[in-house]
């Protein structure tokens, strides 16, 4: 689990640099921009639960991963176009990661069910939403493709075959999968979810 | 009081959720919109004083009823145009009793008095200033008519009568009433604080 | 070191007052902007090391200063042209300061090392950042020239000469040169980091 989730925070690193590398950032901000992209859904929902200090402070391979992935990104994306459907995949791998420890660490702190679920998502989405804040756009997460919902959701089936008495491996596992399949689902046939009308504007 | 707060929390999300429909989110980024503007404050206010975990952990209705009102919102609007008018004097509403909330749970914390008018107005006004910046925009009650500035006179009051030693009923509706009319009679004259004005730009 | 701390802070508090004045912020506004460029750094400092309350909570006249910095740029600034040299130089020197005590507060705490020189940059630039995010721009910082870079140099001398056995006043003079020096030698000659370019876009 712990390799996974290093797994996913390079991912995000990588997706947070490519963000910055569109607006042009320096080698700093593309630093910034990666690691508050990979630990800053985390780092929300320790301060939610009241988890102190953050996780990165008390184990830095989260921060040196992001920053070497942000380096590597800012070198090698000089001289190659990154693949962006394997991206894709690798993020949607992450974010089924992050869903499920966001859940597990509330349910750690014995907080009730609902914020076990929020605190998934936001584990998950959050990073993506400081990244586009940051980058000076609404964050597209709010606005496209179903993205936390696929972490909403993944989230429920992990509480409840928890609930249910499953060992972690299990309803993580399970969790995990319903977060990638709604995910490439989402990629594949471009769902969403609809967009508020308002009457009369 | 528990009941003033949770319908202070439903009309912060009903404006949250309409800010988020001007700008075409899909239902989920209504949603999380809704309820940053409707707890955002709170939770601030809670990082800040250092109360863990922030209070909607501790009682999920206020995620409940944000979500809930965020669903309600983002069906009516599409039949019904809301009344425009109707939402300010329920906002101006929400705002009087979240800045009493949040003077009462800094003094609650010993905190400084000065502390107290802050986190007092932060619980009132830092969620609409989320709200905005989610929504891509230079926060409006940053630069537009009387709003903060009412919460800090309630505040101001709400703090100088409990010093003199008033009951909580009796200096938490004196300062609410300070905001509501203060409030109201900024949207019925228009009335703005003086803006920054440079010489040679 | 308080007197240049709060030094730092009143200079901060200064360039939040200008950067919210460009951005026609009314008077409100401007305080609330200079007071989060001033402390914001802190702020999120104190929170991710666990530190509660923050510091201003505990020492108000973080918070005074701030807003009266700010009264006083409001009304200065109708009048005279700030001289923006002198400014760019003070504000080198508070990022000096700001660096130093980030990295002290983390050792404190006993926090590895990568952790200090991560908050000693936050304290520093973190509140830039949050200044440039609320009057709605990518942050400066991650795109201009040298500026948390000069911050993290100072921070890696600061606590290599800690490690060293140092004492306090030595190793921070010598990191706060780091920081002015390097900052200012940005300035005059406009170095900036490589920015970030990909291929085929």
């Given at each position: ?30 630093m ?24 990165w ?16 990104t ?20 992450g ?24 605190t998934?998502?936001m584990?998950?989405?959050?990073g ?39 060992r ?34």
């Amino acid at each position: 689990m712990y390799l996974l989730d290093l797994f996913g925070t390079a991912v995000f690193a990588v997706t947070g640099s490519l963000a910055a590398g569109r607006k042009q950032l320096d080698v700093f901000g593309v630093m910034v921009v990666a690691a508050v992209t990979a630990v800053g859904g985390g780092t929300i929902r320790d301060l939610i639960l009241g988890i102190r200090p953050v996780f990165w402070v008390r184990d830095t391979n989260y921060v040196v991963l992001s920053v070497a992935a942000a380096l590597v990104t800012f070198v090698v994306a000089r001289y190659y176009k990154m693949p962006e459907s394997l991206l894709l995949v690798f993020d949607a791998f992450g974010l089924a990661v992050f869903t499920v420890i966001g859940c597990e660490a509330a349910m750690r702190q014995s907080a009730p069910v609902l914020i076990a679920v929020i605190t998934g998502t936001m584990t998950g989405s959050a990073g993506g939403m400081m990244r586009d804040v940051l980058c000076g756009e609404v964050p597209l997460i709010l606005r496209k493709e179903i993205y936390a919902t696929a972490s909403l959701l993944g989230g429920v089936v992990f509480l409840l075959m928890s609930a249910m008495g499953f060992r972690f491996w299990m309803s993580g596992s399970a969790a995990g999968l319903v977060v990638l399949t709604t995910r490439l689902a989402a990629i594949r046939w471009g769902l969403s979810l609809p967009k508020f009308i308002a009457r009369d504007r």
